[in-house]
């Protein structure tokens, strides 16, 4: 199956500073891409869907302000968690669509201190 | 997407087949059944899907109903490293559409020796 590269695995920030997620398809380009939140105990909760060259559609309740979403290339997409405090602390998420199936990213461990 | 009711918990012993249960009663007629799990603080992995026949790769076998309203996935001789979370979702295929999942709660299966 394809590869979709996540960075960081984790990271711990202070709150009210920004943090940014890459994710990376390494050998297929794509040009839609979603991003899940997924708190402890809990499963995945979709946040945004981005297409390569337009802007990003966000979920319900999910601050487009707050979760910066630029879909920069074919093979990347940035979600850059803007204040973080430690309510966002979360598993991060991200998933390229292939023509039948989701390649999921690793994830990212946020914790905001 | 159609929702789907997964039993919360399974146990299973090392070697056994795990069968693990599927209800999606109001699926539509273009909507297919995938199967992904998670295992603990990973992205979740891509095991199979099916629209109506039965089907098998090397990670699995999906059973569907002939009514398609319910559905099983097997893993033939669980290990312990089968031990994760299994989730069920039923969505239509095609590129735009297939990270876009609507995620329950899944099943969380235990492997014991």
């Known amino acids: 199956g394809a590869v979709v590269s996540q960075h960081p695995s984790w990271v711990i920030c202070k709150s009210g500073t920004s943090v940014k997620i890459e994710c990376r398809s390494l050998d297929f380009q794509a040009t839609t891409m979603f991003w899940y939140r997924q708190f402890p105990k809990q499963s995945l909760m979709l946040m945004a869907t981005?297409?390569?060259?337009?802007?990003?559609?966000?979920e319900q309740g999910v601050e487009k302000d707050k979760f910066l979403i630029n879909h920069a290339s074919l093979t990347l997409s940035t979600l850059t968690v803007t204040s973080a405090h430690p309510e966002d602390s979360s598993f991060y998420i991200c998933?390229?669509?292939?023509?039948?199936?989701?390649?999921f990213g690793q994830g990212t461990r946020l914790t905001v201190v | 997407d159609a929702k789907t009711t997964q039993p919360p918990s399974m146990d299973c012993a090392e070697g056994r087949a795990a069968n693990l249960p599927c209800n999606h009663s109001t699926i539509s007629g273009n909507e297919y059944v995938y199967w992904y799990r998670q295992i603990h603080s990973q992205g979740p992995q891509y095991i199979i899907h099916g629209l109506k026949n039965n089907e098998t790769n090397e990670m699995a076998s999906l059973i569907i109903t002939e009514d398609r309203k319910s559905s099983t996935l097997i893993l033939p001789h669980a290990t312990l490293r089968d031990t994760a979370v299994y989730y069920c979702i039923v969505r239509v295929e095609g590129n735009t559409n297939a990270g876009k999942s609507t995620f329950g709660d899944g099943t969380t299966l235990t492997v014991k020796p």
């Open positions: 998933a390229w669509t292939g023509l039948t199936e989701a390649f």
């Open positions: 981005s297409n390569e060259g337009s802007k990003a559609t966000y």
